[in-house]
Structures are given as C-alpha cells and as structure tokens.
C-alpha cells in the first residue's frame, strides 16, 4: 500500500466519524421555549413538547420548573403558567440543566434513559448502556 492510498483511506475514515458525529446531535433537542407574557404572568406555550420529548411525567417537570423559579406554576391544556416574568433564556437553562441531571446517562451522556424505584430510592437506567446510577432529586 502507497503512502497516498493510505492518506486516502485516512481521509474517508475521519469523513465518516465526523458525519456520524454530526448525525447523533440531531437526535435530542430540547424544544425552544414559546413564551408569551400578559401582566404579571408568564406563559410557556409549548409546555406539552417537553414531558414527549423528555419522556418524563409533566406534573414533576412542571413541579421541578416551579421550585426553581421559586413561583407558583400550573398547567393549562398543553401551557404552563407562572407567576411573574421569567425570560426565555431562564426556561432554556433549567431544561437543560434537568436533562442532564435527570434525562443523560452518566455514564455515556445518552438521554435514552428510564426511572425506576426501589426501596424508596430512585434510579436513572440507561437503555443503550445499561448503567443504573441513583437520583439524587425528586423531579424525575
């Protein structure tokens, strides 16, 4: 083999690693918050997007955006409503800070988990990887 038919083969194998790199962010997104203000409430529009997407019951992520604003918060059809204004850059970083600590897998990042209880304590399992690691908030 040829230094040059190596550098080919080289090439393709690094083409082929960044484009599968590239296809597996675009699997999970985390939905952009719609946000629509009237007097001194804030309504997130597209609230029922994110417990699909999540995979996660609506009642403890709405409780976990809730206890975060520290604000009352309801659901009305597929809207959430709080109490006060609350920017969309707000919702943006606690959706992902709640993917990370109650959606990824620890072990390899992937969002491809499960809740399961035990014994009063509550696990994240992974189900590409398996790992079973322990949640330490009560949100999921």
Avoid: H
């Avoid at 699997?27 to 597209?46: A, K, V």
């Avoid at 993917?99 to 509550?122: M, S």
Wanted: charged content about 35%; overall charge positive; hydrophobic content about 35%.
């Amino acid at each position: 083999m040829t230094r040059v038919e190596y550098e080919k083969l080289l090439k393709r194998i690094s083409d082929k690693i960044i484009d599968s790199k590239k296809d597996s962010g675009k699997r999970f997104e985390i939905p952009t918050p719609d946000i629509m203000w009237q007097g001194n409430r804030t309504f997130l529009r597209n609230f029922a997007e994110f417990p699909k997407v999540f995979r996660r019951d609506a009642g403890k992520l709405l409780q976990y955006l809730s206890k975060e604003f520290a604000t009352p918060a309801e659901i009305a059809g597929d809207k959430a409503i709080f109490v006060g204004k609350r920017a969309p850059q707000d919702f943006e970083l606690l959706l992902q800070r709640y993917v990370k600590d109650y959606l990824e897998c620890p072990t390899c990042k992937i969002p491809d988990t499960k809740i399961e209880k035990a014994n009063r304590l509550t696990f994240l399992v992974c189900e590409a990887c398996g790992a079973k690691s322990i949640i330490k908030g009560q949100y999921a």
